[in-house]
Each structure stands twice: as C-alpha cells, then as structure tokens.
C-alpha cells in the first residue's frame, strides 16, 4: 500500500469506498496506492441530526457498506459544508446552487469531514476534520456565471475550492485537502497507526 511504519512497509491493500474522483486524485497525489470500489448508501440527515455527527456516520455506513478480504484496509469520507448548524450537501439543482451560494458570500463557514478506517467489518479509527472557510462578498452575477459553468452541481456546498470558486476564497483555517473533499495528513497518520501487525 506504500504505508510505512517504523522503517517497515506495510502490506495491506487500501480500499477507498467512494467514486469521487477529487479523493482519488489526492490520494495518488500523496503517493498511496489504492483501488476503487465506491458505496452506495442512503446519505439522508437524520431529523436533528448535528453535522459532524452526520458526517461520521455517513463515513463510517459507506466504509461498511464495501465488502473488503482479510488482507484489505477500507477507507470511507465524507464532506459537507456546514453554515451555522444547516448542512449545505450537493445541491439539488442550479436554483438550489445559487440559493447555497448566495448564503455563503461573505461569511465564515466550516467544512467537515468524517473519516473512516476499517477492516474485516471492524472500525478501526473514526475521526473528524474541521476547516473554516471565509469567502468573499458574491454579486448575483457573479453568482449566476458560477452556477452557469456547472462546477457547483456536484459538489458539498456548491463549491469547489481547487477550481473557479477560489476566486472568492478569502483565507481558510484548518487542512486545504479537507476542503477539496479528504485531509490527507489525517488520512495517512490513520493508517499508518491502524495498521495491521507486522510480523
């Protein structure tokens, strides 16, 4: 897998539960081998559902639903975009994405990810990452030519920070690949801790 712990590289297949081409990109970007095999769960909020508890249980449903060998390590995230208490996900449609958009111009937001490690159906590590965001003042126009390039449609938030969003980005706090949809530094340090023994 490319993990290497104390001197010793690690043998375990990574497995990354998810289809999002954004998290394969960091993850090869960051040198760790892996194949695909994405979930397919219900990512419905639960009524009163809090976000960040959103967001692990989302992370740790997708890792197991993928079925994974003995000899495989699954890795499941998920991202929202969060505005006060409200979970900003994808939008539904270009209205949905203008109306997003319109909310987050000019004020502080917070990016959640939950990340999940595990292993023979066992959950080896559970965590979250936190980034605030704070964007910049957005004319309807402005907002209307973003929605029109079609980069918000699929994305939490209706944004993409790595693409025609950055323009707006003010400054962020917290981890920039948590934002582009998987802290990769977290990422990394639980696998290597998760890890299975080396014989």
Same mark, same amino acid.
């Given at each position: 897998?490319?993990?290497?712990?104390? $001197?010793?590289? #690690?043998?375990?297949?990574? =497995?990354?539960?998810?289809?999002?081409? &954004?998290?394969?990109?960091? /993850? !090869?970007?960051?040198?760790?081998?892996?194949?695909?095999?994405?979930?397919?769960?219900?990512?419905?909020?639960?009524?009163?559902?809090?976000?960040?508890?959103?967001?692990?249980?989302?992370?740790?449903?997708?890792?197991?639903?993928?079925?994974?060998?003995?000899?495989?390590?699954?890795?499941?995230?998920?991202?929202?975009?969060?505005? $006060?208490?409200? #979970?900003?996900?994808?939008? =539904?449609?270009?209205?949905?994405?203008? &109306?997003?958009?319109?909310? /987050? !111009?000019?004020?502080?937001?917070?990016?959640?990810?939950?990340?999940?490690?595990?292993?023979?159906?066992?959950?080896?590590?559970?965590?979250?990452?936190?980034?605030?965001?704070?964007?910049?003042?957005?004319?309807?126009?402005?907002?209307?030519?973003?929605?029109?390039?079609?980069?918000?449609?699929?994305?939490?938030?209706?944004?993409?920070?790595?693409? #025609?969003?950055?323009?707006? =980005?003010?400054?962020?706090?917290?981890?920039?690949?948590?934002?582009?949809?998987?802290?990769?530094?977290?990422?990394?340090?639980?696998?290597?801790?998760?890890?299975?023994?080396?014989?």
């Amino acid at each position: 897998m490319g993990i290497i712990r104390a $001197g010793v590289r #690690i043998k375990t297949t990574l =497995v990354l539960a998810s289809r999002s081409p &954004r998290r394969a990109e960091l /993850l !090869a970007a960051a040198g760790l081998p892996f194949v695909v095999r994405a979930a397919d769960i219900d990512e419905t909020p639960r009524p009163g559902e809090m976000p960040r508890d959103y967001v692990l249980r989302m992370a740790e449903e997708k890792a197991r639903a993928v079925p994974g060998t003995d000899s495989e390590t699954v890795l499941a995230a998920d991202t929202t975009v969060v505005l $006060g208490t409200e #979970i900003l996900g994808k939008p =539904v449609d270009s209205l949905d994405a203008a &109306r997003m958009l319109t909310a /987050l !111009a000019g004020q502080r937001h917070e990016v959640l990810t939950g990340v999940c490690v595990m292993r023979r159906g066992v959950t080896l590590a559970l965590e979250l990452a936190s980034t605030a965001v704070w964007f910049s003042p957005m004319g309807k126009q402005e907002i209307a030519e973003y929605v029109a390039s079609g980069e918000p449609l699929d994305k939490a938030g209706a944004y993409a920070i790595q693409g #025609i969003a950055s323009r707006w =980005v003010k400054r962020i706090e917290g981890s920039y690949t948590n934002v582009v949809g998987l802290p990769v530094a977290m990422v990394y340090r639980l696998l290597c801790v998760s890890a299975p023994p080396v014989n």
